[in-house]
């Protein structure tokens, strides 16, 4: 890890200024690809009067790390908010102006009203989801997160992931490092909408290899940088009831 960090690292400012230039003079094409099927679903996120009105500073305070959820089902509005909330784009140097993302959204949907339990594939500029394959995968989801109940028993599982091979022949050594900070920011934002809701989320490891071959051949050649677990807490469910 520290080879890599060194081999990835800039030393100065002429090197700075030649990886910017570098990284936003090169194309992008192929690094969001969104030919995709008729099995569409457009989003629904919530209106700007529904949406919650609690303060960035109290959904922060309130955010954490859910450790248990419950089986029971989300919103399509709710999910279809969180994700349009993750993908509306990071500032950062190593992205043209109007150039979306390197990472592509992946889902297991175990439990969302109006939406058929399955795999899934966002569609950024269609805000759609693709569904990729339909039925019942928590027991995948559950493996593929290591074995933990979490990714099994929560609604949805967000996969982040990139085109490795890409970003790297675009970005040289700092491709890996651009593709997983952008990754945790939409990852962190899709913790605040979560938690924004009334939901709870959850960031989890991973079989890496697994998840690509889980979600292919759509995500064949393509690494995952990040899970997020998002659903209903049993933890406020069981408070309520008591």
Not at 5 to 32: F, Q
Not at 57 to 67: A, F, K, L, P, Q
Not at 99 to 109: A, D, F, Q, T
Not at 195 to 218: C, K, R
Request: net charge negative; hydrophobic share 40%.
């Amino acid at each position: 890890m520290r080879a890599i960090h060194e081999a990835s690292s800039l030393e100065d400012e002429k090197e700075v200024v030649a990886w910017r230039a570098s990284a936003l003079s090169v194309a992008a094409a192929g690094l969001n690809d969104e030919t995709a099927n008729s099995r569409i679903f457009p989003l629904q996120p919530l209106s700007s009067v529904e949406m919650p009105q609690d303060s960035i500073d109290e959904v922060i305070v309130r955010r954490g790390s859910t450790r248990e959820f419950s089986p029971e089902s989300i919103s399509f509005a709710q999910l279809s908010t969180m994700l349009d909330s993750a993908t509306r784009g990071v500032h950062a140097d190593f992205l043209r102006p109007g150039e979306s993302s390197l990472n592509e959204l992946y889902l297991i949907v175990n439990a969302v009203d109006d939406l058929p339990s399955g795999t899934y594939r966002y569609r950024r500029s269609a805000q759609s989801l693709e569904l990729l394959k339909e039925g019942d995968f928590r027991g995948d989801a559950g493996y593929l997160g290591l074995g933990q109940e979490i990714p099994a028993d929560c609604s949805v599982n967000v996969y982040f992931l990139t085109d490795l091979p890409r970003a790297l022949e675009r970005y040289g050594n700092r491709g890996y490092r651009a593709a997983q900070l952008e990754a945790s920011i939409m990852g962190g934002k899709l913790y605040l909408a979560a938690y924004a809701q009334g939901l709870g989320a959850s960031g989890l490891t991973f079989f890496d290899d697994d998840v690509t071959e889980f979600f292919s051949p759509s995500a064949a050649g393509k690494s995952v940088m990040f899970l997020v677990a998002v659903g209903k807490s049993a933890k406020a469910k069981k408070a309520s009831v008591s």
